[in-house]
């Protein structure tokens, strides 16, 4: 841009000299090129000062990778690659019959279960009854051993020894017979009363592994998250599609405002402020430029971004990455909309100081656009 300065002044020395007839001599030819040097200095100092302008513009676009949330081989892929989705379409279906079956087999263990539970309760009223019988006949069995063990006492005893010890016996295994009536009935009291949120806890189990295996069977269907397209669509049925989250398989892009990311060198920060008013030309559109307004600031400078590591970490001095990010939001514009996203672009912000100049730096960047007829790289 600063060399299209240059050429304008030169073009208009040469008209001066032509119109009014000035002679080239080693006075004149050495003031115009000094009258050059200062007035071409001084404007493009202004205006790269007060109103920035970079080359390194992209129309951005956040994009969602696309990872199955369960691990299977992809049976389905939809055919909208690169035009709208609604949201909530299918965009790829995973093999469901491993998930299916599960889920048949743990409603058939809930319904084993829900019976069960209710057999349960008949067994209870079952228990109390046996422990009800046999609690009666070890008391029956106990006063006929208490009758035993009084006569065995009289002067005159009327029962043998044997009859003593097999009354006795008797009334103890009964006993017994009680304890263990009493101990199963404690246990079908336990089952039924291991309640969660008021169902059995077996039943709720049962439920809750079934509700996930249920959401895995859903799962098998991945949907758009939100109105939006895929493009590049790689994978096709047969494809082992993993659910690890550093292999995508599919990128979506949604609907979302188009805003520019430009790039600026990091003494520009000294006049860009949110809100100035900016333009964007577009090399895809030569002849045109677009208004709108500087957004925001990114707090951070690619370059110095750093992450944990296991060696020592120096300084990033990757090319290109030192500039200051600085995001664009144009007016709405059907022709923007209609651009690829990604596509370049040229940028300039236009601050309140010295806004006499920035008429210079429009007439510059439409010049840019202009020069996009020509296939030229910048």
Not at 92 to 119: N, P, S
Not at 121 to 147: C, F, H, N, P
Not at 253 to 279: C, G, M, V, W, Y
Not at 338 to 361: E, K, N, T
């Amino acid at each position: 841009m600063d060399l299209l300065i240059i050429l304008t002044y030169v073009a208009l020395a040469w008209s001066v000299f032509k119109i009014f007839k000035i002679p080239v001599n080693k006075w004149t030819v050495p003031t115009a090129a000094l009258g050059g040097v200062v007035l071409v200095g001084m404007l493009i100092l202004l205006m790269n000062y007060n109103h920035p302008y970079t080359s390194l513009a992209q129309k951005a676009v956040i994009s969602i990778p696309i990872t199955p949330q369960i691990t299977g081989v992809v049976s389905k892929v939809t055919d909208k690659q690169n035009v709208r989705i609604r949201k909530g379409e299918m965009l790829f279906e995973l093999d469901k019959t491993r998930f299916q079956t599960r889920v048949d087999r743990l409603e058939a263990d809930l319904m084993t279960a829900v019976h069960g539970f209710k057999a349960l309760e008949g067994q209870l009223d079952e228990a109390i009854a046996q422990t009800s019988y046999v609690t009666a006949e070890r008391d029956r069995l106990y006063k006929d051993y208490q009758r035993y063990l009084t006569g065995s006492r009289a002067k005159v005893n009327p029962f043998s020894q044997r009859d003593i010890d097999n009354s006795r016996y008797n009334f103890l295994a009964q006993d017994a017979l009680v304890k263990s009536s009493l101990a199963e009935q404690a246990q079908i009291k336990s089952q039924l009363e291991s309640v969660v949120n008021g169902e059995q806890s077996s039943i709720v189990s049962l439920r809750a592994q079934l509700a996930e295996a249920q959401y895995n069977l859903e799962q098998t269907v991945v949907r758009a998250p939100s109105n939006g397209y895929v493009t590049q669509v790689l994978i096709r049925p047969g494809t082992y599609a993993a659910a690890l989250p550093l292999r995508p398989v599919m990128i979506f892009i949604p609907e979302q405002k188009r805003q520019i990311i430009a790039q600026f060198r990091q003494n520009s920060l000294l006049r860009l402020e949110a809100n100035d008013e900016a333009e964007a030309v577009f090399n895809a559109l030569p002849g045109q430029v677009f208004r709108g307004k500087l957004l925001r600031i990114l707090p951070v400078v690619p370059g110095g971004s750093y992450q944990a590591q296991g060696t020592l970490q120096s300084l990033s001095l990757v090319p290109g990455s030192d500039g200051v990010l600085a995001v664009i939001e144009l007016e709405s514009n059907a022709d923007i909309d209609a651009l690829p996203d990604g596509i370049f672009a040229q940028v300039a912000v236009y601050s309140d100081h010295f806004s006499h100049v920035s008429v210079m730096r429009k007439v510059l960047l439409r010049m840019t656009s202009w020069m996009h007829y020509l296939y030229l790289d910048h």
